[in-house]
Nanobody, 116 residues
């Protein structure tokens, strides 16, 4: 299993970024996927989750209405569209395969910094 995030960077408050997570080593289309983030000095927290079947999604309250998780199974990729970014969104963002044969897998993370 390999998860590779991309798309992070420096953005001004109110701006947008789209993160991507390219997955390999498993049948992507039949597994749920998640995005997490970890800010300095804080615990890693769930940002968004997307089901494999039906594409049902759920979000942390802090990002509802601003972030959108999606997936393109033909590309083995899950995305996180982040709009109206705030300084408090600054964190390392991680892609996660929550459950595969009894364990979870993480990507290496991508830094998102929201600052003027």
């Amino acid at each position: 299993v390999q998860l590779v995030e991309s798309g992070g960077g420096l953005v001004q408050p109110g701006g947008s970024l789209r993160l991507a997570c390219a997955a390999s080593g498993f049948t992507f289309s039949i597994y749920d996927m998640s995005w997490y983030r970890q800010a300095p000095g804080k615990e890693r927290e769930l940002v968004a989750h997307i089901r494999s079947v039906g594409g049902l999604t759920n979000y942390a309250d802090a990002v509802k209405g601003r972030f959108t998780i999606s997936r393109v199974n033909a590309k083995n990729t899950v995305y996180l569209q982040m709009n109206s970014l705030k300084p408090e969104d600054t964190a390392v963002y991680y892609c996660k395969l929550p459950s595969f044969y009894g364990r979870s897998y993480w990507g290496q993370g991508t830094q998102v910094t929201v600052s003027s």
